[in-house]
């Protein structure tokens, strides 16, 4: 499995942003995340679906305003009334569970910077 994510910029408060990672290999049933990193801060869970379709999952921070979506090729991460808070680098990921844990994801996708202005 290969995860190669693009989308990130510089973007003002309130504005949007749409994050692709676009994957290949034997992936139909694995679960697709996004998690973030801060400087100085742990990476965290965003937001995760099954590739093969079905629920997704939010962290609270991000409710309401991120949305994942996927083709057959690309996970997509729609990001809309964006915050200062919500600048990191952003990772997508895959394996075949569903968690919001990094550590049980063995694929990555290499970072895409998202920096919000204030």
């Known amino acids: 499995v290969q995860l190669q994510a693009s989308g990130g910029g510089l973007v003002q408060t309130g504005g949007s942003l749409r994050l692709s990672c676009a994957a290949s290999?034997?992936?139909?049933?694995?679960?697709v995340a996004w998690f973030r990193q801060a400087p100085g801060k742990e990476r965290e869970f965003v937001a995760a679906?099954?590739?093969?379709?079905?629920n997704t999952f939010y962290a609270d921070s991000v409710k309401g305003r991120f949305t994942i979506s996927r083709t057959s090729t690309t996970v997509y991460l729609q990001m809309n009334n964006l915050k200062p808070e919500d600048t990191a680098v952003y990772y997508c990921?895959?394996?075949?569970?569903?968690?919001?844990?990094?550590?049980?994801?063995?694929?990555w996708g290499q970072g895409t910077q998202v920096t919000v202005s204030s």
């Open positions: 290999g034997r992936i139909s049933s694995y679960t």
């Open positions: 990921a895959a394996q075949n569970v569903g968690s919001s844990i990094s550590g049980y994801y063995g694929y």
């Open positions: 679906a099954r590739w093969s379709g079905g």
